[in-house]
């Protein structure tokens, strides 16, 4: 049996197609069923339905042989245990650091103030400040983190941005560019090992199936 781990909503929707292309049919949709495995057309292979974050740790401790993760939930999982050996180029967003409309971030940073700096994404926030010199005290959340700065909680976000339609909406622009980020797909490197013949047929299938832009 091969167990890939999925999470609802955009990933869902985007990995399908390549699954298809690997001859992986869903036979129940996670939206609108609530089971947490769904069979496929395959009897050999099953889907499970995570939290995005939640991805790679199934995959590391072997509960799910593959899976599709963004690259910011790797960034901050770390990546131990799992061979990632495919971009594959959906889910596409950046990630951002934005403040409200009239914060002047480039005199903040370059004065050496001390930024106050709201995230999910605690570690990949620690490196990029670190990286450019400039200290900050990170404050954790788990989400709608678009508020922060609207609230005296924070001076800045560090979040992922595609259209930007949020950060208009709420009186903020993005400042500094992070990352690039797009879900990967990520395999046990025990699974991978012990059942390559299987494994590997369908990590070609992927590669094929991905789209270039
Ligand atoms: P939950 O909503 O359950 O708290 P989540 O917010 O991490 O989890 P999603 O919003 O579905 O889940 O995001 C899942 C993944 O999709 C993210 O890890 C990221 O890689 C990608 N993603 C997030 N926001 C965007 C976006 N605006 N455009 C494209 N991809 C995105
Ligand atoms: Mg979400």
New binding site residues.
Partial sequence: MITIAL?????FEETLPLLEAAGIQALEDPESSRKLILATNRADVRLIIV???DVPTYVQYGAADMGV?????LDEHGGAGLYQPLDLN????RMMVAVPNGFDYASAVKQGARLRIAT?YVQTAREHFAEKGVHVDLIKL??SMELAPLVGLADAIVD????GG?LKANNLQAVEHIAD???RLVVSQAALKLKHATIQPMLDAFAQAIRQE
Avoid: P
């Fill in positions: 999470s609802k909503g955009r990933i939290r995005a974050s993760a963004g690259k910011d939930v959906i889910a596409k967003c999910k788990y989400g992922l941005v595609s259209s949020t980020i797009s879900s």
